[in-house]
């Protein structure tokens, strides 16, 4: 079967792997849309710790179930189906607890072992989600950066009427406001260097900061009335932005970390304890989260058709990846295979 595969640092091109074979309690799904994310993009750079070379790298993907291995009666051949990519142990301490998303050796599809930029991926059956007729295929593929999104709105103390500032325009950022917006959050701030990821920003509402022209903490300061914010969500991974979490907080306020440095930040510490801020961090998402996302997609309180902006074949995946270097073309990519 045709894959695209993630060869080296900054190289991916199309090639014919084994079209694989479901083993029990697994069905064969062939892959209608997949996106690229940000992990994407680390192991597409060379720098993701666990992701080997050739990889078909993917775990943003929709479908529609070829084959089943076992019975399985919530499921049927000719389903389409959203796939959630993570695998847990199912034996360590946070998965005996039924925390699976934080289990200890958390793997996910198309990080571990081949994901959704191919025709045809293995996927135990319960990863599968049914797609409500309402949801179009491209859009279910992005049920995965939603869900991420909903988890995180729901791990902070957000409360209606909330001033929030989202460090980060890139889709989890963007998501996250507009998550943060159906959860009841007042003004909602959102900054970045990108003007056409800024201008999507203000397309969905919010109040869109160019860290290159405005001094982000004096800007978010000045609309908070001088107190900063009741929520900051951190989604940029940069030392510029874990300084400014900081810095745009209000007393006793809260910080998400949804970032996944590639460097460790420098976090000043002592300026947290004296206003006595919180801090929180954010992984993945529960099954939970997941069946939440695909609800607030197929009702229309989510619409996510301005953050897909490009659907390729899978012929072109170097296209894909140069499009996403650049914040000024993509968003969300998609690929068709």
């Known amino acids: 079967m045709r894959a695209g595969l993630y060869i080296e640092a900054e190289q991916v091109k199309m090639d ?33 710790p666990r992701a080997k070379a050739p990889l078909a790298m993917g775990h943003e993907f929709s479908g529609v179930i070829e084959e089943i291995n076992g019975g399985f009666e919530s499921f ?43 025709e045809y991926v293995a996927v135990p059956l319960n990863r599968l989600h049914p797609i409500p ?21 729901r791990r902070s103390n957000l409360k209606v009427g909330d001033n929030v500032i989202i460090l ?36 969905l509402g919010f109040t869109a900061l160019d860290a290159k022209t405005v001094n982000v903490t004096e800007e978010a300061r000045r609309l908070t009335g001088g107190i900063g914010a009741d929520v900051v969500f951190e989604v940029a991974g940069t030392q510029i932005t874990a300084k400014q979490m900081i810095e745009t ?12 440095y590639k460097q460790a930040p420098t976090v000043d510490l002592a300026a947290m304890h004296f206003r006595e801020i919180s801090m929180t961090t954010t992984r993945c998402y529960t099954s939970g989260d997941f069946a939440k996302a695909i609800r607030m997609m197929e009702s229309g309180s989510l619409d996510v058709s301005s953050l897909i ?8 995946i170097a296209e894909g990846f140069e499009l996403m270097h650049n914040p000024e073309e993509s968003l969300k990519v998609l690929f068709r295979p």
């Open 76 to 118: 049927s051949v000719g389903q389409r189906v959203v796939i959630e990519p993570t695998l847990s142990c199912g034996e360590c301490e946070a998965c005996r607890a039924g925390e699976y998303h934080v289990c200890r050796t958390l793997k996910l599809i198309g990080i571990d072992k081949h994901g959704g930029f191919a």
């Open 309 to 316: 902006s490009h659907q390729l074949p899978l012929e072109k």
């Open 249 to 260: 907080v209000k007393i006793q306020g809260q910080i998400v970390v949804v970032s996944v």
């Open 133 to 153: 007729d309402a949801l179009s295929d491209a859009h279910a593929a992005l049920t995965e950066p939603v869900a991420v999104a909903v988890h995180t709105v």
């Open 168 to 203: 980060g325009a890139g889709p989890i950022g963007l998501l996250i406001g507009m998550v943060a917006k159906q959860a009841g959050a007042g003004q909602i701030i959102i900054s970045d260097i990108s003007p056409y990821r800024l201008g999507k920003a203000a397309e």
């Open 16 to 48: 014919l792997i084994d079209k694989p074979t479901p083993q029990p309690g697994e069905a064969l799904i062939k892959v209608s849309f997949a996106g690229i994310c940000g992990t994407d993009m680390m192991i597409y750079a060379g720098k993701h």
